[in-house]
């Protein structure tokens, strides 16, 4: 469960600061409190366009232009 494992991390000393971002159905996103959706830095309604990803994923760790090291951090973020 997403949210659940949302609450860890930020319950978490070590892993508190770590950015997540929560992709939800339109249908769910009416089941989930708002504080809920708080604990996330984005939250984004599936259908999702791969490009909207990447955008979110470089607004969230503050990547302002293409660099090797900046595509090796989707990399890593898209595979946890």
């Known amino acids: 469960n997403g949210i ?7 319950n978490n000393k070590k892993l508190k600061n770590v950015p997540l971002l929560l992709m939800i159905s ?3 996103r009416f089941e989930v ?3 809920k959706l708080s604990l996330f830095n984005r939250v984004m309604l599936k259908p999702i366009k791969t490009t ?5 994923l ?3 760790f503050s990547i302002d232009h293409y660099e090797d090291e900046a595509i090796e951090i989707l990399l890593i ?3 946890f």
């Open 4 to 10: 659940e494992a949302a609450e860890y991390i930020k």
């Open 58 to 60: 470089f607004q969230t």
């Open 26 to 28: 339109t249908k769910d």
């Open 77 to 79: 973020a898209l595979l």
């Open 52 to 56: 909207r990803i990447i955008n979110a």
């Open 33 to 35: 409190d708002a504080d």
